[in-house]
């Protein structure tokens, strides 16, 4: 069976130390796609990481393409972080009331993202997009929300319905323990069908609260939006009196100086056409840097109906957490258009050179991007828009691609399922390294029969 193959490559040092941590940490981890189950095997613990390299137990180095799942930005341990994070913690670890650099942090958002007029900063995710539901469901006064198969918007229950993330390779499509009281609450659409979309709104509209999407989906693998798809939802939510949600908690001030939505604002002002706007954005990863920060921001009516101005209660013993923001700020100052210039060329040498290889090699696959978020489906004849469009790829062949790679001190997501990630550390050199170990690898799984 799969599992007996991938088994195989289980090293004795990798087995003791998997038993150990899963003896008290469940499965082994603290969150489900380090576990390696999407690629079979078990991971050494990680020592330490820096720049575009992380180290594990063993003292083995990996070009990290992983990237704390994207938090990871600037790369490892970069001195102006590390510097400000001292600085910083030397001055006090939390206080629970407001700081200056907060503030700072907050305006740096909406400086770069205009329809982030007011910010709220939570400290995951998860925190932003659950708040944000609350927001749209307290201002409409309705209960639905629609969201997408295959997008994930963290582990609230409302939105752990049809998500991807670890859900995708965790064999569970939809969380235990969510009530079917919840669940119905959230409708979920085939990602880019505007019948779908049109029709749930035609029959649905009236108790629809929100809509909420990736700005660009990366948790089933990196999806380009559908060309006015986006402007569809919003145009419907507007119609409907309905709340569009714009979760940019990956993609925010990653795919491009203002994230997902900002590359359809560009095209839109190129075209000649008013861009669109969300009502409420969902932020985190790069804007803690590495450390948990999160927000949720929009438009200053909706923003202003949560307490202590308004009814919507939300709030967070960490939130605003003062080294946090540190590092926070500190890496979003990083984030200039020479760091915008350098993860766009390295992304597209990486996206094309891999792509060129696997094609030399006569290997069917498919690169989902936009801007400079990528990855890569092997089995596919083209990039998927749709759940059900991603789960044809060839998942083995993937692990097979995983572990060839790993060998060349490359380390892949373990699931193919989520975005490839570089940073600010990334150069031309590791470029031609990952080429040379797709090289190396030649796709002998993907081409069994
Ligand atoms: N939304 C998106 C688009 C994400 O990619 C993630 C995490 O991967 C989340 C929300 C949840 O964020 P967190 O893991 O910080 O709770």
Known sequence: TKMQRLGLRTLRGEQAWAERAADILPGGVNSPVRAWNGVGGHPLPIASAAGAVITDGAGRDYLDLVDSWGAGIVGHAHPAVVSAVRA?????????????AEVELAEEIRDRYEPAQKVRLVSTGTEATMTALRIARAATGRDVIVKFAGLYHGHSDALLVAAGSGLATSGVPDSAGVTKAVAADTMVLPYGDVDALT?????????????ITEAVPANMGVIAPPAGFHRLISDL????????????????FRAGPAGGWGLERDADIAAGREPWAP???????????????????????????????????????LSGNPVAVAAGLATMR???????????????????????????????????????????????????????????????????????LRGSGIALPPSAYEAWFVSLAHTDEHVGKVVDAIIAWGGREAKQP
């Open 237 to 252: 939510c507007r119609n409907e009196g309905a709340v569009f949600i714009v979760d940019e908690v990956l993609s925010g």
């Open 334 to 404: 990083l984030l200039d258009d020479d760091a915008y210039a350098h993860l766009t060329r390295v992304s597209t040498m990486m996206r094309r050179g891999v792509s060129a290889e696997l094609a030399s090699h006569g290997i069917t696959h498919a690169v989902g991007h936009a801007g400079t978020l990528f990855s890569v489906f092997l089995g596919l004849e083209e990039a998927p828009v749709t759940f059900d469009d991603v789960s044809r790829q060839d998942a083995l062949a993937y692990s097979d691609m995983f572990h060839s």
């Open 279 to 317: 009502d409420l954005v969902t932020f985190g990863k790069v804007i803690g840097g590495g450390l948990p920060v999160a927000a949720v921001a929009g438009r200053a009516d909706l923003m202003d109906l949560l307490a202590p101005l308004g009814a919507v209660y939300q709030a967070g013993t």
């Open 199 to 211: 029709d749930a709104f035609a029959e649905h509209g009236s108790r629809i609260a929100a809509v």
């Open 88 to 100: 910083a913690a030397s001055n006090g670890l939390s206080f629970g009331a407001t700081t200056e």
